[in-house]
T-cell receptor
Framework: GENVEQHPSTLSVQEGDSAVIKCTYS??????FPWYKQELGKGPQLIID?????GEKKDQRIAVTLNKTAKHFSLHITETQPEDSAVYFC????????????FGSGTQLTVLP | EAQVTQNPRYLITVTGKKLTVTCSQN?????MSWYRQDPGLGLRQIYY???????DKGDVPEGYKVSRKEKRNFPLILESPSPNQTSLYFC??????????FGPGTRLTVL
């Protein structure tokens, strides 16, 4: 089955700096890669996703890049703010199939004021 | 408001006492799923359902049961809970070709 590894497990940055979280996956059939943000006491919420027919996607201060050959994808947050502090999860799946999301182990991001 | 709801949000119980955690969604999603979240392990899928009366095991199904008698509801049943089922549980739903939306979570403690 699919295996997703996520690094780092914790990340501290100064407000205004950039943050990068990286994930690798094992199953070359995976074609959908969402990122979720989980704030304390809440369920994960989708912040951005990418499908395998594109290499990069941006939404304001966040972006995701995908390298299908190397089987890795990354989340980039620019101009970080204290409200970006949360746990971030990457995931991989084959969209539309019975196979569901396989999650990475999570990254605790702390933005220091 | 489109949402996934779970009840209860917090539950403390004792070993062996059957319990049910309910999950309901109002988005007409075909796909529903249960996950457990443990420190350092991320989210691991317990069971999922592609539609009414269609359920299948995820990665960690032992000790759990589910049913899908109606499209909107997907309860998680622990017939004889044990302390290793102490965890944070999330229900999620989606259309088959879309991303999953998660409920607020149920924190379960089994003594």
């Amino acid at each position: 089955g699919e295996n997703v590894e996520q690094h780092p497990s914790t990340l501290s940055v100064q407000e205004g700096d950039s943050a990068v979280i990286k994930c690798t996956y094992s199953d070359s059939a995976s074609n959908y890669f969402p990122w979720y943000k989980q704030e304390l006491g809440k369920g994960p919420q989708l912040i951005i996703d990418i499908r395998s027919n594109v290499g990069e996607k941006k939404d304001q201060r966040i972006a995701v890049t995908l390298n299908k050959t190397a089987k890795h994808f990354s989340l980039h947050i620019t101009e970080t703010q204290p409200e970006d502090s949360a746990v971030y999860f990457c995931a991989a799946s084959m969209i539309g199939s019975a196979r569901q999301l396989t999650f990475g182990s999570g990254t605790q991001l702390t933005v220091l004021p | 408001e489109a949402q996934v709801t779970q009840n209860p949000r917090y539950l403390i119980t004792v070993t062996g006492k059957k319990l049910t955690v309910t999950c309901s969604q109002n988005m007409n999603h075909e796909y529903m799923s249960w996950y457990r979240q443990d420190p350092g392990l991320g989210l691991r899928q317990i069971y999922y359902s592609m539609n009414v009366e269609v359920t299948d095991k995820g990665d960690v199904p032992e000790g759990y049961k589910v049913s899908r008698k109606e499209k909107r509801n997907f309860p998680l049943i622990l017939e004889s809970p044990s302390p290793n089922q102490t965890s944070l549980y999330f229900c999620a739903s989606s259309f088959l070709t879309d991303t999953q939306y998660f409920g607020p979570g149920t924190r379960l403690t089994v003594l």
